[in-house]
């Protein structure tokens, strides 16, 4: 099998594997517990905390553990929507963003709260000038992913940061695509809350981070006992947070390495496919995540593609497809203008850390036999 | 709807499972369909693991099937 769909999930480093192996056998204490084996988990849960905030430039007391990016996404909106509640309330965001926000920016919509969704261009990236624009006097959060999830566009976070901390207003970052895989540091982006999900990172699936900076007014999500200094109850995933703490310094360790054999791989691949096909488009732009590139094709359909690659063992995504009958088009590609019909003719390749420049000329062929025998022309002639 | 038959070996009165496999994975919306055993050889792959596959996508809630 050759995985590209690294924006997907990720595989578990080994590495990371070996050290979370024994607190699912015989470390296995509830951090609460105030004998040894609960110490030991505890301490465990500490080490990871402090090793995710040094890799993001946080202090370890901002870090707080959660289920995921969807989990971190709605807590930063519902404590804002509780903070600010029988008040006005404005919240700025972009079209593009994942569905664990844009769903959560419509539930709280219907329920008095004001919401601005900005556009994109073309190639994918918001305005820092739109939002500014947008700001009203009773907006109290902006939320801007840091890289889309289908393109990999660049937000340009630190601009909006800059432009937010002078008009005093809350910034968050969706930055699950961009954690362990660029560099980023909430000290000098101006943010104030950040997202993350260790299986982007070649963690475990089912944990995840927020970093909220220290002193800002925030709600619970979830009630009941006192774990995450009082803001999240419940006994705390450490198989999980310890496999996270150590992806994520094993991602920061071989960052800007990976960052470039990444970006070589997806320029290899874009060549070789226009190289051998006509009419391929890069959807977005060159201000992306490395390892990501959304490819558009002529007169085919990119479920057909996934589909005819994942016969052959390829593993990639299609931003359209067609589950439980409903043909369900991105709306990342359409926000950045695509038709119906280029939207639906396009797949996402994320390539990630187990990648191999083999891999590359593999895939290349592989899609150029896929689209010829659904073109039903020869492989020879396209 | 009239029956439908094989592009390549002329097998009559394709089925709902055939006729849908040819439009996943070639065209949505395809004039010319294959049997399994075709379809199979077209794209190098076991007839058997194109059985797998109608299953996977019937689970996916796919109504072509």
């Known amino acids: ?382 | 709807m009239s029956k439908k038959n094989c592009y390549v070996c002329n097998k009559q009165g394709l089925s709902r499972k055939e006729i849908g496999l040819t439009k996943k994975l070639l065209d949505e919306n395809a004039t010319r369909f294959y049997c399994i055993d075709c379809l199979a050889e077209y794209l190098e792959v076991d007839k058997e693991f194109l059985l797998d596959k109608i299953e996977e996508f019937k689970e996916q809630g796919c109504t072509m099937f």
């Not at chain 1, 959060?141 to 800059?162: D, R, T």
């Not at chain 1, 071989?254 to 320029?267: H, N, P």
């Not at chain 1, 996934?306 to 593993?315: A, N, P, V």
Request: one cysteine or more; proline letters at 3%.
């Open chain 1, 1 to 382: 099998m050759i995985y590209v769909d690294n924006a997907a999930t990720t595989k578990l480093s080994s590495s990371v594997l070996d050290k979370v192996l024994p607190f699912m056998a015989d470390e296995y204490g509830n951090p609460s517990s105030l004998y040894s084996i609960g110490v030991k988990a505890k301490r465990a849960i500490d080490v990871a905390r402090n090793q995710i905030a040094i890799a993001i430039g946080a202090s370890p007391n901002e870090i707080l553990f959660t289920s995921g990016g969807s989990e971190s996404n709605n807590w930063v909106f519902q404590s804002i929507k509780d903070c600010y509640h029988n008040q006005p309330l404005h919240i700025i965001t972009t079209e593009i963003e994942h569905h664990s926000v844009l769903n959560i920016c419509h539930e709280l919509s219907k329920n008095g709260v004001e919401i601005t969704f900005i556009p994109v261009n073309r190639n994918g990236q918001v305005s820092p000038v739109a939002i500014e624009n947008a700001l009203k006097p009773h907006t109290r959060l902006v939320s801007v992913m840091f890289a889309n999830n289908e393109i990999g566009a660049i937000q340009p976070i630190l601009e909006i940061g800059n432009i937010l901390k002078e008009r005093q207003v809350l910034f968050h970052t969706d930055a699950v695509q961009a954690v362990g895989h660029l560099p980023l540091n909430v000290s000098n982006l101006n943010i104030n809350f950040l997202t993350a999900s260790a299986h982007k990172f070649n963690g475990i699936m089912g944990v995840g981070f927020l970093f909220k900076r220290a002193n800002i007014k925030f709600q619970p999500l979830i009630l009941g006992g006192s774990q995450e200094q009082n803001n999240r109850a419940g006994t705390e995933n450490v198989p999980g947070i310890v496999a996270m703490g150590h992806a994520l310094e094993e991602s920061m360790s071989i960052l800007d390495t990976e960052y470039q054999r990444l970006r070589k791989m997806t320029e290899l691949t874009i060549e070789g496919l226009k190289s051998k096909i006509s009419g391929i488009r890069v959807n977005g732009c060159s201000d992306r995540l490395p390892g990501l590139i959304n490819i558009g094709f002529d007169g085919i359909l990119g479920e057909s593609l996934m589909h005819m690659l994942d016969l052959k063992g390829i593993c990639v995504s299609t931003s359209a497809a067609c589950t439980a009958g409903e043909n369900k088009i991105s709306h990342v590609l359409r926000a950045i203008g695509l038709s119906e019909e280029c939207a639906r003719a396009s797949i996402r390749i994320s390539f990630g850390r187990y990648n191999t420049f083999e891999e590359v000329e593999m895939i290349v062929n592989a899609i150029c036999s896929a689209y010829a025998k659904i073109k039903g022309i020869s492989h020879q002639i396209i």
